[in-house]
């Protein structure tokens, strides 16, 4: 049971489930979006379903939230191996999930602007806004060079530190680098798919160790005896 007294039991519940959450949300979120199913001009399919789509717009928001949450969680695992590069890209995979994480209050501007202008002028309109140089370098800039590589360079760290299987990056650059020549539709299930995979492994995994195996990561203080040692010491 999660105890917020149980510093070592309560990070490693809260860290595989915002995995699995996260996946779960974006999948979710994917299948509901008026765009996927239909028009890809969001200020036109969000008005076709305006509900629809601000549970999508609520659903990637704290998808991403909780990715974020987690990606500080996992270099729990990354404290002996693969060091270097799992800081670099767990702080890569923060920001950019984080900035993405705020965009989504786009949504209901594209929405409003649909409802109330063509949708040629409203698409124009929309990108006017999320043209100015505060969105662009606050948040958009962030979010493209920070989101994704950070992921997939955090999954990366994760296999080469022993925790992760060779195929997660693999899947995960597969689905991620999707999001850069898929159109917004359908396809978008190859994305939110492949994300559930890795990230519902790494989740079930972390949730699986157990917390004498999440402890096994915190590296022995020097000089504290430990029972190793002390084997070693008396063999």
């Not at 928001?61 to 990354?78: E, F, P, Q, R, T």
């Not at 190859?190 to 195996?213: F, M, P």
């Amino acid at each position: 049971m999660m105890r917020p007294s149980d510093s070592i039991g309560f990070r490693r519940y809260a860290t595989g489930a915002a995995l699995i959450l996260s996946a779960v949300f974006q999948l979710t979120a994917t299948l509901v979006d008026p765009g996927t199913w239909g028009d890809d001009r969001e200020v036109v399919s969000y008005g076709d379903n305006p509900a629809m789509a601000q549970l999508q717009s609520a659903l990637y928001h704290w998808s991403y939230v909780l990715l974020a949450l987690a990606a500080i969680g996992l270099l729990h695992v990354l404290r002996t191996r693969a060091v270097v590069l799992g800081q670099i890209a767990g702080t890569m995979t923060v920001l950019g999930f984080v900035s993405i994480s705020a965009l989504l209050l786009g949504d209901p501007v594209e929405w409003y602007f649909g409802q109330h202008y063509p949708p040629d002028q409203a698409e124009k309109m929309f990108e006017a806004v999320y043209d100015l140089p505060g969105v662009l370098f606050a948040f958009r800039i962030p979010w493209v060079f920070l989101g994704p590589i950070g992921l997939m360079l955090l999954l990366v760290a994760l296999w080469r530190g022993g925790f992760a299987r060779w195929w997660a990056p693999v899947v995960g650059l597969v689905a991620w680098g999707s999001i850069y020549v898929v159109e917004y539709g359908p396809a978008s299930l190859l994305w939110s798919g492949g994300n559930l995979v890795v990230l519902g492994y790494l989740g079930v995994k972390v949730l699986r160790l157990g917390n004498e195996g999440w402890a096994s990561y915190y590296p022995a203080a020097p000089g504290r005896t430990t029972p190793d040692s002390y084997a070693n010491t008396t063999a």
